[in-house]
């Protein structure tokens, strides 16, 4: 069978190949009720437009590049995060004809900005979606920068000004779950903080310490330990927090990966959850689901903020008026088993 074409689009929907190329190419000055004829058409025939085709005519690339921290880096990488992030990515290309290239990218490297830029001059697409922590990284901001391209930043964690940003509201929710154990009867409850180049994670020690001052509680340095996001800085942490002789009787880990960490160090010295220990983390990726007891967490959307930022890419290529510089998708907090009343 042929592959369809925009002819054919065009014939099944009663309207110019122009109005078609139109709504192809999200373009303004389209009837909402021509627009969706078309848009049932192209269901109906299963149409793809040429991309190369395109491109020659837009005289710029219908790609959009997501890059982000490379996993290969970590001992024990977190998957759900990259996934996540993925999901919502392709999806807005899907929608809008476009297609997403990723890009592992080790921020470490001395060559880490020549190699953006090289990538960048090759494929020519038609912005960058920068994950946390690259986010927040001049180096890495500004290498892109410097080719021109659009580039909409994730959860960059301070205030970006007039760039184009997506983020989720980090302190205040992280202040809303520690009021939240407070009201538990928990008087005594620790904070595992992420990597320090995660200025988003930072933020959400920040709403840790709000939320003790919020429910009139002290904040203390012995009740807070340095993780760095991974499985097996959760593990580290756990063991230190645990063993003192006034252990706390809630742990808040500032994401689900180092959260699981203290759930296997409390299983292995006998520690009940949430009997003795409640647990929440903050993410909510697949594993926090699948633990036992699942996880209380904060459900961050990642899927939904990496689709936002390709759309305002894919649609007016990062210059659309209608878009906000900067966009704050709420997280919302999800209570499972791993946490209860305070032990007498």
Known sequence: MPKPTIFDVAKVAGVSIKTVSRVVNHEPNVRNTTRTRVEEAIAVLNYRPDQSARNLASRRS??????YDDPS???????????????????ACRSTFSELLIYPCNFREKKVGVKLKALIEETRPAGMIVAAPLSNMPKIVRAIEATGTPCVRLSPGNDSGKKLTVSTNDREVS??????????????IAFITGDPDHKAVTNRFLGYQDGLK???????????AAGDNSFGSGEAC??????????????????????????RVANRLGIDIPAQLSLSGFDDIALARQVEPALTTIRQPLVRMAEQAALMLTKG???????????????AMKIRESTGPAPK
Not at 180 to 187: F, I, P, R, S
Not at 214 to 224: A, H, Y
Not at 238 to 263: C, H, Q, S, W, Y
Not at 317 to 331: F, R, S, W, Y
């Open 62 to 67: 219908h790609l959009i590049g997501l890059i």
């Open 73 to 91: 880096v970590y001992d024990m990488p977190s998957g759900g995060y990259i996934l996540d992030m993925q999901q919502g990515a392709l999806k």
């Open 175 to 188: 202040a809303e779950m520690t009021r939240y154990l407070a009201g538990l009867g928990h008087k005594r």
């Open 214 to 224: 919020e429910s009139g509680l002290e904040f203390s340095e012995s009740l807070v």
């Open 238 to 263: 756990a063991e230190k927090l645990l063993k003192r002789k006034r252990r706390p009787t809630a742990i808040f880990a500032a994401n689900d990966d180092m959260a699981a960490g203290v759930l």
């Open 317 to 331: 290529n990062g210059n659309d008026k209608d878009l906000q510089d900067a966009q704050v998708i709420p997280a």
